[in-house]
């Protein structure tokens, strides 16, 4: 009985050892494992890491590719230059200059006016950069009577004031108190004035010059009566005058030829033909706008002076 016992006591002892090796091989077959998990997990973390900063880097590429195209749409962009104009020869001459300037990065905008007051206060209010339509004597008076603070920044063309005929058809044609159409500008009707004094019809007193009035004529053979209306509106009064001295853009405007239709026109050696060119305006302090000078610059080329010369056949004249 005894001996059963302790067989029984052995067998139990070496089951016992049996399970205990068998447990620790486990143990370090699970520990080889979470090792190898780890380090799989570290591997895929690596490789995760690495990933992210490769996709990061096109990132700031990208970043640098749009700076750099800010950069260049900077550099690329446009300046609007707006001038206020008379249609003709004014706006017609601007024209030619409109590519020539785009190539230099700066868009004209022409705006035509049929006036000689809103150009100037476009262009004093900042609703137009430039104008070109009048002459200097006229700018000059128009900033005094208007406290306006306009300057001339160069000389383009000058145009021949011209006497017209409307219901006489030449100035022999006329008689006793026959109506003369002038301007009712001062610097305009003077200019007038003068040219209906050299051509034999009315004398004025010395020395008024480019201030002279009709209070300042002092022989009237004809007894001429003057009416003095807009210059814009003189070439619609063919049936209302029997000649008119009227502006040479609106004569142009009107179709009518200087050379071709006048009865007289100012001598270009005279101090009126001298005197009246016509000129490029900005406001006081904008002078030496880049662009504005990029314009003078344009205009007073050869390439202009050959235009104005070949359209109007002496009816405007460069006089750069």
């Known amino acids: 009985m005894k001996k059963k016992l302790l ?3 052995l067998a139990l002892a070496m089951a016992l050892a049996l399970a205990a090796c068998g447990s620790g091989d486990t143990t370090d077959d699970t520990a080889d494992t979470t090792e190898d998990t780890t380090s799989t997990e ?5 490789a995760e890491e690495t990933e992210d900063a490769d996709t990061e880097e096109p990132e700031d590429t990208d970043a640098d590719a749009e700076e750099t195209s800010g950069d260049e749409d900077a550099d690329s962009e446009t300046t609007v230059l707006r001038v206020a104009a008379s249609p003709t020869p004014h706006a017609e001459i601007l024209e030619q200059v409109v590519d020539v300037l785009a190539e230099q990065g700066i868009e004209l905008i022409i705006t035509e006016y049929d006036d000689y007051i809103v ?8 609703e137009e950069d430039v104008n070109y339509f009048q002459h200097q004597p006229y700018l000059d008076q128009f900033n005094e009577e208007n406290g306006t603070h306009l300057v001339s920044v160069a000389a383009i063309h000058y145009e021949p004031f011209g006497i017209y005929p409307c219901t006489k058809t030449s100035l022999d044609e006329l008689e006793e108190g026959d109506v003369v159409g002038v301007p009712n500008d ?4 003077a ?3 003068l040219l209906l004094q050299d051509a034999g019809l009315i004398t004025l007193a010395d ?3 480019l201030e002279a009035t ?8 004809y007894n001429l009566t003057f009416l003095e209306v807009e210059a814009a509106m003189l070439p619609n009064l063919t049936t209302e005058c029997a000649i008119a001295a009227i502006n040479g853009n609106y004569a142009l405007q009107a179709g009518f030829s200087s050379a071709a239709d006048a009865l007289v026109t100012e001598d270009a050696e005279s101090e009126a033909a001298q005197t009246y060119t016509n000129v490029i305006v ?3 302090g904008n002078e030496d706008n880049p662009a504005v000078q990029a314009l003078v610059e344009a205009l007073q080329s050869e390439a202009v002076r050959e235009y104005i010369e070949s359209t109007y056949e002496g009816n405007v004249l460069p006089i750069f």
């Open 191 to 193: 200019r007038a004035l």
């Open 282 to 284: 900005v406001k006081e």
């Open 42 to 46: 570290e591997a895929e973390d690596t």
């Open 214 to 221: 009709t209070n300042d004529i002092v022989d009237n053979p």
């Open 186 to 189: 001062a610097t305009n009707e």
């Open 119 to 126: 150009p100037n206060t476009a262009v004093e209010e900042g």
């Open 7 to 9: 067989a029984l006591i």
């Open 207 to 209: 020395g008024v010059g």
